[in-house]
């Protein structure tokens, strides 16, 4: 094998993979942009774990707690308050851990790691934050139901899959955005006693900045107004806040599914972006994403994300520009657009050029030493430590994905210490002299290997290996 | 030393006449230029300026914030300010501040960003620029390289794993919180080191990080002992999820004391930075108790261990707590308000001569509302910064402007 392929191999299973796995480099071989498109055939393995359950199912039970935690709010003793904020968190944390655990072991074992990578890129495109509560048991589960099975189809799909899901819905408080002229408004106008009602535009304005066009896409707020207007009644099935609406005889859809509430959306035909969309019920709304997922911004801007994402933090033009039109002359067919990344010979010049994040840190670990899950709960601890959270970026724009928002001096050194304390743990059971080159192939530096031939034990070689400047890029 | 006729002429001055005065200001400052503290706390996700400084003497209030308005009077009325002018009731600490003239008040502010993307806005706030994703280096950064101690290594330092994008520039930012490092040993830290020497980011990475873990260490030993048999101002555990009310407001003051560890040394940094989230109220904000107030208790309680643990350099401290822009006017339909413009923010600390209101009020009339939804900004946030900047760090405010014209002087 000639030194660049050996680059190469480096490269597929760090930079597009989540950290080479020892005997992934020889599996990889001479043809690496031909074994990471080799993952992407066939059907998006599903997660397998214990817990996991749809979130329908978890909603329709919370969506039952409610109505419990309502009446012991309105309580007079503080206790039976206490008590009512801590029901949703207890039904939602044990979620929230069983779906992290899956999620973890996976990235950890899977023999697809592109595809993985790709299908987390995905849910922090499309960010749900679990400092959200309401959405703390649910984050999860729309990456499997949402997002999983959609990685490696069109983005139209994967789009309306997702902002379709109760988790994002919840996520930009669409459930109860109601049309100033819609059934639910004039109700509530005659005999509300005052209450108001109207239309919340965060999943509009979040969709158009952050999920399709970009935030220089050329859409104006009355854009923003008239999108929120088209998705109004978008909704989730169960929620009846007092009963009202089945007083009014209206349907109530499955707890916890999608649900178009025809008696919130707000009526007439909208006109976006220059285009007019008749009055069509939940269909209005869709063809808008369906649009939006085929305009030129969008196109742009996300194949601009993901070559930031996998290549540099500035990424090369021509790639983004080859992305850009394989997404709009296969109308946003995935593969084809992961094909023209994968195929850029930039994305095989400058290895190391990206800084891990700690999530990318941790399971580059975890494959490299192949350390084993601990129990669950403990699952979190290391994302906890490193100062990434599971699914909790904190906002719908996801976590940041350039070096400068990861290697902060702090930062660095909690990477040091936890690397240090895995080491101790691990002690002499892992080889830190024969991993070195099975791990970073090409890109491991004289320095690195004498470092760590050099080292007074067996577990600090190990803590050589791990905060090797190579260790620490991908 | 508190200087407060240069500090009330200087903030008379930005507010109503251009900088000619600001000089007599900065000569009085001459006198010990390195004693200057700042804190820049930026609240990401918009803060809701009508809830945490409510206008409840507006005639339009009430009306536009129905469920959620403040009252004037009774159970969880607003603490009182000036003129039309109240604060949240959670800001407890804020408004005795405010009695004891370390407080301005800023209303109707905003960074010259005119969009709704909290993104956006925040890189505009914290790079300084005019547009978003101009520079990628920082306002404070900059005016670090402008100030005598910023030549040093670490004249900043910002609380957190990493360095937010304010922060960052050219000059040597350190970035503190809390690690576990008891168990690495010296000779594994010596050989990584070693391992780093090729590698400029990382060695002076870790450089950076070993030198602000000492500091930490000696400031938290030294507040521990402060802080014995002390339960910070949580009193009032009603209502809300307990759990997560301590979780806020525990999260916060910590970081406010370790931002006095470092700022009160005499060779530690003299310009901290660090921030909170959690203020994008879409729906279900709450008026005097709820998700917003639960929030600003833990601001309140933080900006209050702040000035504890500063001591006596509390008196050469500023503090600016400033978002990225404010939120409608009017609440939306879910109880809640969407992305607006102009904001409330506050200018505090021993240094400032305070107890006032800044705000060119535009009232709250649907037509002298923005775009017939926000309050309408009637103040450029950089005026404020800059002000901070040449006044109180003596820094010539071009600092502020972003590369290629930045400053020269």
Known sequence: MTPTQTTAAAIATNRFGLGARPGELPVVGADAAGWLLRQLRGAPPVLKGEGLKPSAETLAKVIELRKDVKARRQAKDDQEKVAAALKLPAVYRPVYIDEIHARFAHSVTTERPFLERLTQFWTNHFAVSVDKVAVLGLAGAMEREAIRPRVTGHFQDLLLAVEKHPAMLLYLDNPASIGPNSKAAHFVGKRGNGRKVGINENLAREILELHTLGVDGGYSQSDVSTFAQAISGWSIGGQDNGGRLAKLGVDNGTPGEFLFREVFHEPGAKKLLGKSYGDDGVRQGETILRDLALRRETARHISTKLARHFIADDPPKAVVERMTHAWLDSKAHLPTVYEALVESPEAWEQPLAKFKTPSDYIYSSYRALGIPLREKRRALQPFEALGQRNLMPGSPAGWPDTSADWDGSSALLKRIAWADVVAQRLGDTRNARDLAPQLLGATLTDDTAKAIARAESGAQALTLLMASPEFMRR | ?409
């Open chain 2, 1 to 409: 030393m508190k200087m407060p006729l240069s500090r009330r002429a200087f903030l008379e001055t930005s507010l109503f006449a251009g900088a000619s005065t600001l000089m007599a200001s900065r000569l009085a400052f001459a006198n010990a230029p390195t004693e200057a503290r700042f804190v820049f706390v930026l609240l990401r996700g918009a803060l809701d300026g009508l809830s945490a400084v409510p206008p409840v003497g507006d005639p339009d209030y009430a009306g536009l914030r129905g469920q959620i308005a403040l009252a004037k009077a009774g159970e969880g009325a607003a603490l009182p300010l000036e003129g039309p002018f109240a604060l949240h009731p959670a800001l407890e600490f804020l408004h005795r501040s405010y009695a004891a003239k370390e407080l301005t008040v800023l209303h109707a502010v905003a960074s010259p960003y005119r969009e709704r993307s909290h993104f956006d806005a925040q890189n505009v706030l914290e790079s300084g620029d005019l547009r978003p994703h101009g520079s990628t280096s920082g306002w404070m950064n900059r005016a670090l390289m402008a100030m005598p101690a910023g030549k040093s290594r670490e004249a900043g330092v910002a609380l957190g794993a990493n360095v937010p994008l304010a922060m960052r520039g050219p000059a040597e930012v350190a970035s503190w919180s809390p690690t576990k490092i008891a168990a690495l040993d010296d000779a594994t830290l010596a050989r990584i080191a070693d391992l780093y020497a090729r590698d400029p980011l990382l060695s002076q990475r870790l450089a950076d990080a070993l030198e602000s873990d000492a500091i930490a260490s000696e400031a938290q030993a030294a507040a521990a002992v402060e802080a014995e048999g002390e339960t910070p101002m949580m009193s009032n555990v009603v209502e809300q999820d307990a759990k997560e009310k301590r979780g806020y407001n525990a999260r916060y003051v910590e970081t406010a004391r370790a931002a006095a560890g470092f700022l009160k040394r005499d060779d530690g940094p003299r310009v901290a930075m660090f921030d909170t989230t959690g203020w994008d109220t879409h729906a279900n904000e709450g008026g005097a108790q709820g998700q917003l107030a639960l929030r600003l208790r833990g601001l309140d309680a933080a900006l209050g261990a702040l000035k504890e643990s500063l001591g006596p350099v509390w008196r050469s401290t500023v503090v600016l707590v400033a978002t990225e822009f404010g939120r409608t006017a009017a609440i939306n339909g879910t109880r809640g308000t969407d992305h607006g413009t102009g904001a409330a923010a506050f200018l505090l600390g021993g240094a400032v001569a305070g107890g006032r209101v800044l705000a060119d009020w535009p009232g709250l009339a649907r037509a002298n509302l923005l775009d017939s939804r926000d309050l309408k900004p009637t103040r450029d946030l950089r005026t404020i910064m800059k002000g901070v900047l040449r006044d109180h760090l003596d820094v010539p405010t071009g600092a502020l402007a972003p590369p290629p014209d930045r400053w020269t002087a």
